[in-house]
């Protein structure tokens, strides 16, 4: 295999071609900080089963030159081990653990505060069919249904904001998780709060907050990847 083969991440998709998901953002991140050229493939929710002959129940896949990898951490994991030579994500075995913990801090303490305030904007912003499939399965998950999972109150705002301290106190000590750059561990967090920003007209972070400033730092990356992205 050769850096220069062709590359390409299976991406969720809504509508106008935002790209929304949290866990393919820190792929793409990943992918632009190891210098790897890529494409990507708009995926719907109801297109992954048709994705390499439903292999993979959830997106971000990456097909590299014929190596497929889903999950956004395997992944990770397949570039550090794949593309050594390369900028490193994790900065050793310490970062790569202590990437796991970012990674279940911000699925466990930020997604779930978050998906009650962007929940109906993500349905909003879905194909017809991805809307049907939206709804069903989250209602099931949560038994009630999405307008009683919405929840844009300024005590749930402030709850997501209270939720960043932990981040918000790092960050008074250096400009990223990372230290002085990003590692994954950002790019982790980042996905969270972009899934917010492509979805949603919610203002999440306060401008003057530190973990504003670090957010606008990590739109900037990589030539803007982030804030060139569709927003609600
Ligand atoms: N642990 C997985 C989670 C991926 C995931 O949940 N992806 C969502 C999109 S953000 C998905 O594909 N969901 C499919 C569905 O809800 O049917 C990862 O880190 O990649």
Same mark, same amino acid.
């Given at each position: 295999?050769?850096?220069?083969?062709?590359?390409?991440?299976?991406? =969720?998709?809504? *509508?106008?071609?935002? $790209?929304? /998901?949290? &866990?393919?953002?820190?792929?793409?991140? @990943?992918? !632009?900080?190891?210098?790897?050229?890529?494409?990507?493939?708009?995926?719907?929710?109801?297109?992954?089963?048709?994705?390499?002959?439903?292999?993979?129940?959830?997106?971000?896949?990456?097909?590299?030159?014929?190596?497929?990898?889903?999950?956004?951490?395997?992944?990770?994991?397949? =570039?550090?081990? *794949?593309?050594?030579? $390369?900028? /490193?994500? &994790?900065?050793?075995?310490?970062?790569? @653990?202590? !990437?796991?913990?970012?990674?279940?801090?911000?699925?466990?303490?930020?997604?779930?505060?978050?998906?009650?305030?962007?929940?109906?904007?993500?349905?909003?912003?879905?194909?017809?069919?991805?809307?049907?499939?939206?709804?069903?399965?989250?209602?099931?998950?949560?038994?009630?249904? =999405?307008?009683?999972?919405?929840?844009?109150?300024?005590?749930?705002?402030?709850?997501?904001?209270?939720?960043?301290?932990?981040?918000?106190?790092?960050?008074?000590?250096?400009?990223?998780?990372?230290?002085?750059?990003?590692?994954?561990?950002?790019?982790?967090?980042?996905?969270?709060?972009?899934?917010?920003?492509?979805?949603?007209?919610?203002?999440?972070?306060?401008?003057?907050?530190?973990?504003?400033?670090?957010?606008?730092?990590?739109?900037?990356?990589?030539?803007?990847?982030?804030?060139?992205?569709?927003?609600?």
């Amino acid at each position: 295999m050769t850096a220069s083969h062709a590359r390409v991440l299976y991406d =969720l998709c809504g *509508t106008d071609d935002r $790209r929304f /998901s949290p &866990y393919c953002w820190r792929v793409k991140l @990943a992918l !632009a900080h190891k210098g790897l050229a890529f494409e990507t493939a708009a995926v719907p929710f109801t297109g992954i089963p048709g994705v390499l002959g439903g292999r993979f129940k959830t997106v971000p896949i990456l097909d590299d030159g014929g190596t497929i990898v889903a999950d956004s951490l395997a992944i990770a994991d397949y =570039l550090e081990d *794949t593309y050594h030579g $390369r900028p /490193s994500l &994790y900065g050793g075995p310490g970062g790569r @653990a202590a !990437a796991r913990f970012v990674d279940r801090w911000a699925v466990t303490q930020l997604h779930a505060p978050l998906v009650r305030i962007v929940v109906r904007d993500i349905h909003d912003r879905l194909e017809p069919a991805d809307q049907a499939y939206f709804r069903q399965s989250r209602e099931a998950r949560f038994s009630k249904s =999405l307008e009683e999972i919405e929840d844009k109150s300024a005590e749930r705002v402030q709850s997501v904001r209270a939720a960043l301290e932990p981040l918000r106190a790092t960050l008074a000590l250096q400009p990223f998780l990372g230290g002085e750059g990003p590692l994954m561990s950002d790019y982790c967090v980042f996905g969270t709060l972009q899934w917010a920003r492509i979805t949603s007209p919610v203002a999440i972070l306060a401008e003057g907050d530190p973990v504003h400033a670090w957010f606008e730092r990590c739109l900037d990356l990589y030539d803007g990847m982030g804030r060139r992205a569709v927003t609600a």
